[in-house]
């Protein structure tokens, strides 16, 4: 049976076993949206702007490891997904962007709605593709969640000329592809892996670094089993948060420009570093000349390039970190040298013995007597009252900061923030498409009064859908990363960093049809999140008016070393 470009799109999503389709509709994608209209499997969920739809499809795959898919419009439609795409490019996100066209007799004539979505977004993408032919489009869809979600995942864009969607041909969807350039290496090299094992059984001061990439090739388990056997301590970055639990002693929280103490000093003295699924970004290394000057380093990950891309390593190893690190597992088992399986941090007393007088500064430490809210006790709250248990979406700045160092995340995929891009507006439709995946989770929102209303209107989609997100507004009333860094660094000429002229959110999510709350004090706080949480079926808009001059703590400015952390005036050491 022959069936139109528009069926056999939507046909091959169903095949990929795709649940929502996020998007917006526009001229050239209206074949597909009357194929997906004549049937019931796959859902589209409607948003207010595609920026919308790619942060909802993003917030979906970081909260179940499966691939988001966006439907967009040529011309606006495709480049207001840019932001998006890009969000999910930077830190790795399974995604296929199917993006409309002009016909294809048109392309490259300045038609009307005509962008080059290839060439736009080909430096923020793993890949993209323009099918110019009806029987060409199974095999590139396959090949788009094939590319997206296989070696280091990223966002796929298939761009699909309008005259495409209608022509006619048999429908035959493929079980399987195979790229002849693409070919991701999965096992690491036997005797990398060998030697470096060999470095960590003979480390006196050991330190393992953990990123996101932990989290996308399913290896919490592994890590977790191998870092309990040698009784190392841990450090995971922003993305790599919950893929060790927060609350082991072995965890020395997050690390990098906001790291904890315990955390940036034990990278900066360690002799032995293994780096696993993670890229040594600015945020972490610091000053490159400062970083590790004692150690020796093992970096683990799935993608060549990122090996000694930013930081020289001394022992690379190509792999899926999964399989990598169920092969060290199997090898320490195996060596003669492994730790005592009963109390393995004992060989290390003396570090831990050092990195507990570190933990003993209190580096979180704030004013909990204030007549102001402390947003630290907001998040602290959260965290008391859902039992660690919530899936915590965060827009970009302190309040981010504040969510990673205060929400201690047990589990992967329950923080899902941009990391590498900084997105402000992520928040919201972030947590829409996670409540989708989702539906009798509790779904939180922090965000803050700048980030919040950038991609604000999609308060209607959550509306239209019924999606009950608690948005945590840490109402500072100003862009207050921005803020900080002025005070810090420009002698706090605070440059159109205030945000004057703000909205009554309570009255505007009422507006929506949503609750609205406003908390201006600190005993008010617990009872408003309590209401909150207990209203089950309801988005609840919490708006927590904040101490204006709080700020993140610890820090490290540009241009110094993990050792060289400024801590909160009151714990600044000697």
């Known amino acids: 049976m022959e069936l139109t470009g528009a069926e056999i799109l939507v046909r091959c999503l169903k095949d990929e076993g795709v649940e929502y389709v996020f998007g917006y509709p526009g001229g050239a994608v209206l074949h597909i949206y009357d194929a997906l209209y004549r049937q019931e499997e796959v859902k589209h969920i409607l948003v207010r702007h595609e920026q919308g739809a790619t942060h909802a499809a993003d917030g979906y795959a970081r909260s179940t490891g499966r691939p988001g898919v966006v439907l967009v419009t040529s011309g606006p439609g495709a480049t207001n997904a840019i932001t998006g795409i890009a969000t999910a490019h930077m830190d790795s996100i399974p995604m296929v962007v199917i993006t409309g066209q002009v016909k294809t007799t048109a392309i490259g004539s300045d038609a009307f709605q005509e962008v080059d979505s290839v060439g736009i977004t080909r430096p923020c993408v793993k890949h993209n593709f323009l099918v110019k032919d009806v029987k060409d489009l199974a095999t590139t869809i396959k090949k788009a969640f094939y590319l997206a ?29 195979s790229i002849r350039s693409y070919n991701p290496v999965l096992k690491g090299h036997p005797g990398q892996i060998r030697k470096a094992v060999d470095l960590m059984l003979t480390a006196k001061k050991p330190m393992l670094y953990t990123g996101g990439g932990v989290i996308l090739s399913g290896a919490q388990d592994a890590l977790t089993e191998m870092t309990r056997m040698l009784g190392f301590p841990i450090t995971q970055t922003l993305m790599g948060l919950g893929a ?32 696993i699924g993670a890229r040594f ?13 004692e150690a020796q380093i093992i970096h683990i990950d799935i993608d060549p390039s990122s090996i000694s891309k930013s930081v020289k390593v001394h022992v690379p190893i190509v ?149 009950p997100i608690k948005v945590i507004n840490l109402n500072n009333r100003y862009m207050g990363m921005v803020r900080q860094w002025q005070e810090f660094f420009y002698e706090g000429r605070y440059a159109m960093s205030y945000m004057d002229a703000l909205p009554d959110f309570v009255k505007l999510a009422e507006s929506y049809g949503h609750v609205g709350m406003c908390i201006e004090k600190p005993a008010d706080v617990e009872p408003a999140l309590r209401e909150a949480l207990k209203l089950k079926d309801r988005l609840v808009f919490m708006d927590f008016i904040t101490d204006q001059t709080e700020n993140v703590y610890p820090m490290i400015a540009q241009g110094k070393g993990h050792h060289e952390m400024h801590l909160s005036p009151d714990r600044e050491l000697a």
Not at 282 to 293: I, N, Q, S
Not at 328 to 336: A, F, N, Q, Y
Request: hydrophobic share 35%; aromatic share 8%.
């Open 319 to 467: 792999g899926d970190v999964n399989h990598v690190v169920k092969d060290m597992i199997r090898l320490i088992k195996e060596d003669k040298r492994r730790p005592d399986p009963v109390a393995p941090m004992q060989r290390l007393t003396q570090w831990w013995d050092q990195i507990n007088a570190w933990r003993s500064v209190n580096c979180l430490k704030y004013d909990r007597n204030s007549a102001l809210i402390k947003p630290q006790y907001v998040l602290e709250t959260l965290y008391r009252l859902t039992e660690g248990e919530a899936y915590v979406t965060s827009d970009v700045g302190q309040h981010q900061m504040w969510a990673a160092q205060f929400y201690k995340f047990d589990k992967p995929l329950r923080w899902i923030n941009s990391g590498g891009l900084g997105t402000m507006g992520f928040g919201l439709p972030a947590a829409m498409g996670v409540q989708l995946a989702h539906p009798d989770a509790t779904v939180a929102c922090v965000t803050g009064e700048a980030s919040i209303q950038m991609c604000i209107q999609e308060l209607s989609t959550c509306r239209q859908y019924g999606l």
């Open 281 to 293: 970004d600015d945020r972490v290394v610091g000053e490159v000349k400062y970083f590790c000057p």
């Open 149 to 177: 979600t296989t070696g280091r995942p990223g966002p796929v864009v298939v761009d699909v000329p309008k005259d495409v969607t209608a022509q006619r041909t048999e429908y035959s969807y493929p079980q399987e592809v």
């Open 244 to 275: 060790y639990p927060a609350t082991d002693p072995q965890s020395l929280g997050m690390l990098g420009m906001h790291g904890t103490y315990e955390a940036n000093m034990a990278m900066h003295h360690c002799d032995v570093l293994v780096a």
